[in-house]
Every structure is written in structure tokens, then in C-alpha cells.
């Protein structure tokens, strides 16, 4: 394929282009160039795509493929009147919250509701007093489906993307939490669900729409496991021996400060139930069918412990500290006892 990349210097764009090249398509990388570096052998060209005429670089050029991941309508509309008639297939990476019910278990992406778009006078997911994210990738989504034609668009809406070159603190706390072994603190209950996918899985699921003309919109993340296994494999594959896993209630978690998610003096990819109940348990059997690979979570762990080693200026600091997390589970046994 001809392939154009609007993106390619971070995460996801990165893998993309980096795949595309290895299985031999001709790849197009397009981008201001200030959030990242191309990859090495692919062709970069240079362009704002916060001016309407941020993709002239590429005129008159016809692609098989576009990958598009940005967060801004504008950017959306203009890539779709831009590129209309030049492109035969295009995947835009839009996000799981666009769904403004995070309770409800096992929803699925052709039947759940979505936020209302973006108004027309917000252009940034951080204009307003909301985060507007998910309405801009809305917004996003509308546009190219209007522009491009929604026969020729897939719609991957992406949950947590794990891997290397991860720059959240939420999959990396744990590659490197189990690394360290000793006992470690797991939130909440075995049972509880978590969902994820690797990025270089997802970028060979967007080369494989590409490839194929999917259209329609699909979760972007793979089928729900439980955490008790989640922890469990990446405990086999990094930690040392002897590295235990202790339970910890939910409840005595938000008692003693400890935060959901991400961020300082946070246990990453836990949630509180059941407001966050639907979360990481969406219904992802139709893009498993349609083609999402899902590689061992030992890979996953291998690839991105090797990363942070080679890279560890680009790994973000984050998660709870060993110190809090020591004290948390000595007040939890005293409790317990």
C-alpha cells in the first residue's frame, strides 16, 4: 500500500509507520516533527495541521491508506476535504470515551450511546470548563465519515494502548513494580476485570483495515480478563522469585488515599466499582472476529521493560511510591490481624 501516517513521531503513529515499513508499504509520514522523530527510513514531510492548508504538502498525491489519531475537529475536517477522492481507505483512531456511560458492563461499540460532538466554536479536548475529549473525538469521527465517505471509514475507537514507548505512568508502573518484587499490593478483587491492547497489535489491526477496507466503528482494545490474571502473567514474567501479590479492598484504598488510574500516590489501571463498572469491560468480540490480534501479556511486559531500560528519561515517574505502598499494606495486615 501507499500509506499516509498524519501523526507517525509518537506512540501509536510511530508503531504504525514502523509496521508499514517492515512488511514493505510505501509509508508517508506527516507531521509539525515537535512532538517526535520519524522512523528512521520513512519518509517525513513537514505540516500544521492547525492551518486549513496544513496538509498541502502531500497534494496531488493519491494514498491506498490514511492513518489519522488526532484529537482535533478542524484537523479532521481539513484532512477529509483535503484528502477526498485522493484516498482509498481511511482509519482514524478515536478513543473508548466518546461513551459517556462508564458503568455499565459488556457495551459494545455499534449499539452504545455516544457523547453529543463538540460544538462548533471548541476545537481542543481542553476548551471549557470539561475535558472535552470525547465529544472532540466525536466531532472527529463525524467529520471524517461526512468527508470521506462511511463505506471507505474505520472507526477504531482505542482503550488503554500498552507498550513500549508508553509515555502514561499506568502500564510501565506496573512493569516496573514487579521488577522490583516483593510484595506486592493488587487493588481491589481478583475478579475484577481489566482491558487493554498492545500497540503494536493495534497497529497491525489498522494496517489489516487498511489492507481490506473495514469499515464501521469498532473497540480498539482487547477482550476483558481478570485482573487476578493480569498480574499473574506479568508477575511470571518479571519478577523475581518469591514476589507475592496481596489483595487489597477498594475500600480501604480510598480510606487511606490511595488514588484510581494514574497519577502521584495511584494504584494504575484500578478504578472504583461500580461507577467505573463498564470501563474495562466493554464487549470487544466483534473486533477480535474482524481481525485484532492479541498477543501474551509476557510480551508485551518483555518489549516494554526493554524499552524503559534502553529509554529510562523517556519513562514517567508515577504511581505509589514504594514507601506509601509499604505503609498501606503494614496498616492492611494490622487491620487484618
Not at 498541502?56 to 493519491?62: K, L, Q, R
Not at 484537523?75 to 473508548?96: D, E, I, K, N
Not at 529510562?312 to 511510591?321: E, I, S
Amino acid at each position: 500500500m501507499r500509506l499516509l501516517v498524519l501523526g507517525g513521531t509518537v506512540f501509536l503513529g510511530r508503531a504504525v509507520a514502523r509496521l508499514a515499513q517492515a512488511d514493505g508499504h510505501d509509508v508517508t509520514c506527516l507531521a509539525r516533527g515537535s512532538s517526535g522523530g520519524a522512523v528512521d527510513g520513512v519518509r517525513f514531510v513537514t505540516g500544521d495541521r492547525d492551518r486549513p492548508d496544513g496538509l498541502s504538502a502531500v497534494d496531488g498525491e493519491t494514498f491506498d491508506a490514511v492513518v489519522d489519531v488526532t484529537t482535533r475537529p478542524s484537523h479532521a475536517r481539513h484532512a477529509a476535504a483535503a484528502l477526498a477522492g485522493r484516498v482509498g481507505h481511511y482509519s482514524f483512531v478515536s478513543t473508548c470515551n466518546v461513551y459517556p456511560d462508564d458503568a455499565t458492563p459488556g457495551q459494545r461499540a455499534d449499539t452504545a450511546k455516544l457523547h453529543d460532538p463538540a460544538p462548533p466554536d471548541v476545537d481542543n479536548p481542553r476548551d471549557g470548563a470539561m475535558d472535552m475529549y470525547g465529544p472532540c473525538k466525536v466531532a472527529c469521527e463525524n467529520a471524517i465519515r461526512d468527508g470521506i465517505g462511511a463505506e471507505r471509514a474505520f472507526i477504531c475507537r482505542a482503550g488503554l494502548i500498552v507498550g513500549p514507548e508508553d509515555s502514561s505512568d499506568r502500564f510501565p508502573y506496573w512493569v516496573a513494580r514487579m521488577r522490583r518484587g516483593g510484595e506486592v499490593l493488587a487493588p481491589g478483587s481478583p475478579d475484577d476485570l481489566v482491558q487493554f491492547v498492545d500497540v503494536d497489535d493495534l497497529a497491525a489491526w489498522l494496517l489489516l483495515a487498511g489492507g481490506t477496507g473495514l469499515a464501521g466503528a469498532y473497540d480498539g482494545m482487547g477482550l476483558p480478563m481478570p485482573r487476578s490474571r493480569f498480574l499473574g502473567e506479568l508477575r511470571a514474567a518479571l519478577a523475581p522469585e518469591g514476589t507475592t501479590l496481596t489483595w487489597v479492598d477498594q475500600e480501604f484504598l480510598v480510606e487511606h488515599d490511595v488514588r484510581p488510574w494514574s497519577g502521584e500516590r495511584a494504584v494504575p489501571l484500578w478504578l472504583p466499582l461500580p461507577e467505573y463498572a463498564g470501563f474495562m469491560t466493554r464487549d470487544t468480540t466483534r473486533s477480535v472476529e474482524a481481525g485484532l490480534p492479541a498477543r501474551p501479556i509476557a510480551d508485551t511486559a518483555r518489549r516494554t521493560a526493554h524499552w524503559m531500560e534502553a529509554f529510562p528519561q523517556d519513562v514517567k515517574a508515577g504511581g505509589l511510591a514504594a514507601g506509601d505502598e509499604a505503609s498501606v499494606l503494614r496498616e492492611w495486615h494490622a487491620r487484618s490481624a
